[in-house]
């Protein structure tokens, strides 16, 4: 079984700074790009930031210059800094990464649960 565990979400002040931190554990290969997404209310859920097996990295124009995503691929963590956060970055923020499970038999995206990411005053 392959899991996806997200930590770091909670609530914060407009300006301050949160760093999320996926884990993945089980059967799993990861074998292509790591990083986050988020949804909020009413809207679809968007990509964030990836991060490539060789580190290049595309971020989500809204998010350019203010988050940073790392992965350290011995513990098949992917990390998220955010800095600089405001109001509209509120959304529940999850992890995903491409992978291959023998008890898949191919490769995949898996998906966290999802942490929820509140800024606020």
């Known amino acids: 079984q392959v899991l996806l565990v997200e930590s770091g979400g909670g609530l914060v002040q407009p300006g301050g700074s949160l760093r999320l931190s996926c884990a993945a554990s089980?059967?799993?290969?990861?074998?292509?790009?790591m990083g986050w997404y988020r949804q909020a209310p009413g809207n679809q859920r968007e990509l964030v930031a990836r991060?490539?097996?060789?580190?290049?990295?595309n971020y989500a124009d809204s998010v350019k210059g203010r988050f940073t995503v790392s992965r350290d691929n011995a513990k098949t963590t992917v990390y998220l800094q955010m800095n600089s956060l405001k109001p509209e970055d509120t959304a529940v923020y999850y992890c995903?990464?491409?992978?291959?499970?023998?008890?898949?038999?191919?490769?995949?995206?898996?998906w966290g649960n999802g942490t929820l990411v509140t800024v606020s005053s």
């Open positions: 995903n990464v491409e992978g291959y499970s023998d008890s898949v038999g191919y490769a995949m995206d898996y």
């Open positions: 089980g059967s799993i290969f990861i074998i292509g790009h």
């Open positions: 991060v490539t097996p060789t580190g290049i990295t």
